[in-house]
Nanobody
């Protein structure tokens, strides 16, 4: 089993910054990809940023958010700068994990961390 635990959410004023963390633990042989998604009330969950060797960002966060990984510690970060009220959402960590050398890959989600941006 694999657990993803997010941290770092909170309340910030517009224009401010937050850094989210996601720590993966459990039976992990390798992690093929990690990413951040977000879901605002009444909206669908959307991709924010994904790293899998390359990185992809949603157009709405390009130039403001930076995704990074600490592969040695199975940890991922999302540095969020110049936050806007429309960035407010629950942010979820997602990882594509290979649990053992002989297994396939599986997707796992974290429980989410709330980001609130006041105007």
């Amino acid at each position: 089993q694999v657990q993803l635990v997010e941290s770092g959410g909170g309340l910030v004023q517009a224009g401010g910054s937050l850094r989210l963390s996601c720590a993966a633990s459990g039976t992990i042989f390798s992690i093929n990809a990690m990413g951040w998604y977000r879901q605002a009330p009444g909206k669908q969950r959307e991709l924010v940023a994904l790293t899998y060797g390359s990185t992809n960002y949603a157009d709405s966060v390009k130039g403001r958010f930076t995704i990074s990984r600490d592969n040695a510690n199975n940890t991922m970060y999302l540095q969020m700068n110049s936050l806007k009220p429309e960035d407010a959402a629950v942010y979820y960590c997602y990882a594509v994990v290979v649990p053992t050398a002989s297994s396939g890959s599986y997707g796992f989600w974290g429980q989410g961390t709330q980001v609130t941006v006041s105007s």
